[in-house]
């Protein structure tokens, strides 16, 4: 089968690469960008693992094919830190142990920021029901609800 | 081993909280887990796996795949070791994990391997499966655990049974465990009441998020390159060896970050496959399992069927208890019977036990380690029963357990007398918990369970190696499944006397250290803490040796505090203490390197107890049960880092929500895993769970010089009776079926309505 052109630009870089038209955006980020920060739990949509933004749209990327990255801004959690600096929710999760694995943190962190930039005052609810799609297995969710909620309240402060 | 008294005071690092240090790599996305490593010019793998619950492999063609483009290497059971012998029980273990990572003459549960395929791309070696063609001669399968001991049952495999189990039993029962004392039947008989009830669980999977992935490099020379997502790297070392004709030592195995495991990553599935598929292709490997693979070819639980009987006076005295627990643990034998029964009744003090266990064969996945492996369903069922009894005898639940409860100097249900134990503390603080008496409202009801696991020691190594600069650096050889490397560096700070940020832990190669078993057993923070203190004390000797060079005065005369060496009385001479820096800075020219080591099996993990306490609302018309707060008490023996002791509370009770409530594998009649992923297997998800609320105990392990206890697994061991107990009080019906999915709890309420 031939191969697909693509040119995308990802955390703010402009990339190409080659990919079989069955190829997802997620096979295309870890296997032929060496972006391996997107993980892949489940490959159906399920987990929340490969969760990156395109055009600021929160997707799951192992749904979406890579050929679809035309043209497309995407954002994955390498791209969060800005410098040496942690984004703010990354800095909250190493301090409230909201990770343990961390196999669920780079999605969770980037559905989270997805939810954040739409939402800045959520509720507890909110943010549960928006993270509804991101499994964590290790951490009952109770210190990643706590690092969300303090984070947003921070950014609040600081705006 | 003995210890002196553990320190359980005037602690400086051990006990706070700082920043772990995976976390930054964690929250920026270059952690690399299993399956984020590539080597140059490395090939993809894909397994072809039995579509059948049970049938013979008459015979196995691959030419087509073998010749299709980018096709590398194809491999069957031929082309792994031959030299691995078949044994009963769990003495055949290598064979069973040979058989259960490649088939042999049979497929044994629908996902079994058949064959394996390496290709240049992930999606070649996909398509190359379906080239290969199978000639199945399909089978009589069973999967339940009660029909697979009942006589007719089809058999899976004849001699699997030990010399255990007793004569006229089905050939799939392939081991059998009694235990307990006194005089049962006596003790019955002397009762007020008693209850008498069967309890079933389903198989739940440890639903780690990171499928299981590993790079493998195998010359014929013998020599490989591993690296995989595992619970312990000398064990797949070790296995690997054996199912491929290696020696051990030219196997070199590397842990990735471990995205999960549970116990579900402590052996091994598909490393072997991956270093036969490298060894004839000459070329490195990746295999990743997809999620589908993980649900129907990695282990899940047991499922279980369990008979409870217990006696209690009027007044809430314990007469007697028995349990008989079948568990049905996939076609090879290890299903934890013997923990389950061991487990069962540990929490309570009683005359007269009797507990039997069997393990039950059927054509399911060969099950693994999940979490204190056979006590939740243990206590699921026994501490129903209890609940039964309180109720009926209008006792209060928690001074019911508390009466009868195990405590420091009792005969534990399973033998040996309980050194220090907190189980009582565990309860009074529950008791005392504003949580206990916050009112309900109408259709709400509270639920309290006890829980119980042994934990474990095992062989350990670890090195500790200062640097010039003052800084310490700590190998050890356990896989960090729950922030074990803070927990290290904050003990190697308490010894050395030196900040917790000047240390760094990492997780040695098979190489660098002697054996270390594999992280399970919450063995972490007591074996391997235990060696690194010991490591640490190692150095200080030989820091307190450069001390007393200098000072011209015998090592006894120097004693360690604070990071210093001092002199350790008027006698010993007025020195001005040295600090571990000013020791090390000039360590090449007063006698070399400083390594602390310390390689052992220590054998005093202190056992360790739980109680639970939850609140639950049933939807008497959709049957679904919310889960409106939750409380974890538990003893530590000593929380190193209370925030990841607190993050194994709350994860342990989030997986055992979800076990109680929605989790299990359904199999269809034809044998086949009907819900192999997760939007079906439902693992809990946020909007489902509220805030975990923890207390931490700390009742002292004699057996660790600061008094820690496991607490990885005591966690899920509460958690399903608890929530059964608190939905029986909510709807007034008892389920005896896990998981309490809504369609059960509403027929359980329409018979109840009926009846
Ligand atoms: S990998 Fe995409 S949702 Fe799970
Ligand atoms: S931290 Fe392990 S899955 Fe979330």
Known sequence: MSKIHVSTTVNGDEVEFLCDPRETLLDCLRDKLNLTGAKEGCGTGDCGACSVTLDDRLVCSCLVLGAEAEGKTVSTVEGMAEGESLHPLQQKFIEYAALQCGICTPGILVATKALLDKNPDPTESEVRYWLAGNLCRCTGYDKIIRAIMDTAADLREAS | MALDEPKTTDFKYVGTRPDRPDGFDKVTGRAKFGADMSAPGMLHAAILRSPHAHARILSIDTSEAEAMKGVKAVVTRADFSKNVPFESGLSGEFWNILENVMAGEKALYDGHAVAAVAATSALDARDALKLIKVDYEVLPHVTDVDAAMASGAPVLRKGAADSSVPEGLHPNVVRYHESGHGDVEAGFTAADLVIEDSFVTEATHQGYIEPHACLATLGSDGKGELWCTTQGHWHAQKVCAALLDLETSQLRVTASEIGGGFGGKTTVFIEPVALALARKANRSVKLVMNRSEV??????????????????????????????????????????????????????????????????????????????????????????????????????????????????????????????????????????????????????????????????GGETAVSLALSEDGTAQISVGTPDIGGSRASMALMAAEELGIPYDHIRCTIADTATLGYN???????????????????????????????????????????????????????????????????????????????????????????????????????????????????????????????????????????????????????????????????????????????????????????????????????????????????????????????????????????????
């Not at chain 2, 006792?395 to 100097?409: E, F, Q, S, V, Y």
């Not at chain 2, 220090?420 to 259709?443: C, D, Q």
């Not at chain 2, 489902?688 to 966690?715: A, Q, W």
């Open chain 2, 517 to 755: 078993e594999i992280s399970h057993g919450s063995r972490v923070t007591y074996a391997s803490g235990l060696a690194t203190i010991k490591a640490a004390r190692d150095a200080v000797e030989k820091l307190c040796k450069r001390a007393a060079a200098k000072w011209g005065i015998p090592e006894e005369a120097v004693k360690w505090q604070d990071g210093f060496a001092v002199p350790s009385g008027p006698n010993a001479g007025d020195f001005d203490p040295i600090p571990l820096k000013d020791l090390t800075a000039d360590m090449g020219a007063t006698g070399g390197p400083i390594v602390g080591h310390f390689e052992a099996s220590p054998e005093g993990a202190g056992v360790s107890f739980a109680t639970h306490l939850v609140d639950a609302e049933v939807d008497p018309e959709t049957g679904k049960t919310e889960i409106l707060r939750y409380t974890v008490v538990q003893d530590a023996g000593k929380a190193i880092h209370p925030t990841y002791v607190e993050g194994q509370y709350q994860g342990g009770a989030a997986q055992g929500i979800g076990w109680a409530l929605n989790e299990e594998y359904i199999y269809g009649d034809d044998g086949r895993l009907q819900n192999a992923g997760f939007l079906d297997y439902r693992i809990p998800l946020a909007s489902d769970l509220p805030m975990i609320d923890t207390v931490i105990i700390e009742v002292p392990n004699p057996g660790h010089p600061y008094g820690v206890r496991g607490v990885g697994e005591t966690s899920i061991c509460p958690p399903l009776a608890a929530i059964a107990n608190a939905v029986s009080a909510a709807s007034g019906v008892r389920l005896r079926q896990l998981p309490m999915s809504p369609p059960r709890i509403v027929a359980a309420l329409k018979n109840q309505s009926n009846g």
């Open chain 2, 295 to 456: 649900f129907r070819a990695t282990g899940p639980t047991s499922s279980t069927s369990m008979d409870i009987k217990i006696g209690m006076t009027k007044d809430g005295k314990i007469t007697a208890a028995k349990g008989v627990f079948c568990l049905q643990g996939g076609a090879f034998p290890g299903a934890p019977c013997d923990e389950s029964a061991m487990c069962a009744f540990a929490p309570y003090n009683l005359e007269n036990v009797l507990q039997v266990g069997y393990d039950v064969m059927s054509n399911r996945p060969k099950q693994a380690a999940y979490r204190a492996p056979g006590s939740p369903m243990a206590a699921f069922a026994v501490e129903s029963v209890i609940d039964e009894l309180c109720k009926k005898l209008n006792l209060d639940p928690i001074d019911i357990r508390l009466k009868n409860a195990a405590h420091t100097g009792s005969k534990s249900s399973f033998g040996p007398r309980f050194d220090a134990i907190g189980l009582v503390e565990t309860l009074e603080a529950a008791k005392a918990h504003p949580h206990y008496s916050a009112p309900l409202k109408p259709g709400q009801g509270r639920g309290i369970s006890c829980g119980f696991w042994f934990n474990h």
